[in-house]
């Protein structure tokens, strides 16, 4: 019974890999995840075992939002603008003691963006940015151990994001009446990293609530103490013309349901809410930035096989707000209201494979 339970939370606990805020569109500067995602195996973890992941992540923003107002007529007029979003995080984390772990992630990206406005008006072009983002590193501890974890446990963690991505990543824009090649630094929603050292606090956390169900939750906020990073926007306004330096965060919580008739299977259903601020929590807040969030309703299934798990998450967006900036709110009289839109996507796919090495080095599916 003992075994069969530390399988049930080791296949639970991969709910706690999936956590990260891109939030499916312009909002958010790049791909971007917080620790949990590194982590989520830490609760199953023997001292000296290591904990190897994959996290795949994809999305396709296209629909535009003013505060919660949709605005369907740039679909319907093809002024729309499309991101499309690749991202790959390799997560290792290794357990110091049964409480204790450590945390390694290294994120790579391939973003295109697809639109008029940016380009001469008329014809729709694509720029692209590809290469390594930010990386992080953390730890974490787990606040019960022996018989007191044994319906569940919470971890708290800290980490630091390095601007190792490229920040001022360029393609080529189609400039003017003439179409004019033109080498210019890329929109914020596809660089590649923010270009300051960031503050992480996360949590994660697990609790059999009877039989083979959990509940799960995990969350993070990612302090960005910098203002701006003095890339150009090339936008108009003066006050826009740099790119801001956020915060971001996000949040998750469901529950997991594990078969116990189809070994290794399991669903969960839960929800998130994941974006930008409008303000820094530490630090100045100038520069332009998209502020606003998604709340999400979040299926997911995994497998367990051995060793090795693949977990697959599809959040799907129910409330979009893309709320009005600092610049918005300077620019901003009594006559008139400036309130930039951004665009998000329907749903966000990510898929994780998983693998948990022993001390003793054995195949995958062992």
Known sequence: MKKYTQFLFAIAALLLLEINANAQGCVAIRQFS?????????????????????NYRYFKSFRHFRGTHEEPNRIEDGTEVINYQHGLDINISYAFSERLYGIVSLPFQYNERSSLYEHNRTDRHTTYSKGFGDMRIGAGYWLLSGEKAKKGNTA??????????????????????????????????????????????????????????????????????????????NRRRENESIMSVPDQYALRTG?????????????SL????????????????????????????EPGVSYMLGNLTGTLNVP???????????????NSTPDDIVHGDAAFA??????????????????PFN
Do not use: C
């Open 34 to 54: 917080g620790l949990g995602n590194a982590v989520g195996q830490g609760n199953i973890l023997n001292k000296g075992e290591w904990n190897i992941s994959a």
């Open 156 to 233: 708290i963690g800290l980490g630091i994001k390095f601007p190792t991505g490229d920040y001022a990543a360029t393609s080529t824009f189609y400039r003017g009446e003439e179409s004019t090649p033109t080498e210019m630094t890329v929109d914020q929603s596809i660089q590649l990293g923010d270009g300051g050292t960031g503050l992480i606090v996360d949590f994660q956390g697990l609790w059999n609530i009877g039989g083979t169900n959990f509940w799960y939750y995990d969350g993070f906020y990612m302090f960005n103490p910098k203002e701006t990073n003095g890339t150009v926007t």
């Open 255 to 267: 529950v997991f349901h594990a078969f116990e008739k189809i070994h290794g299977l399991g669903v």
């Open 270 to 297: 839960g929800g998130r809410i994941e974006g930008i601020p409008v303000r820094d929590a530490i630090g100045g807040s100038e520069g332009f930035r998209r502020p606003g969030y998604i709340i999400s309703v």
């Open 316 to 330: 799907i967006a129910l409330w979009r707000n893309r709320t009005q900036s600092v610049t918005d709110i300077e």
């Open 346 to 363: 329907d749903y966000l796919i990510n898929f994780t494979l998983a693998w948990r090495i022993p001390k003793k080095i054995a195949s």
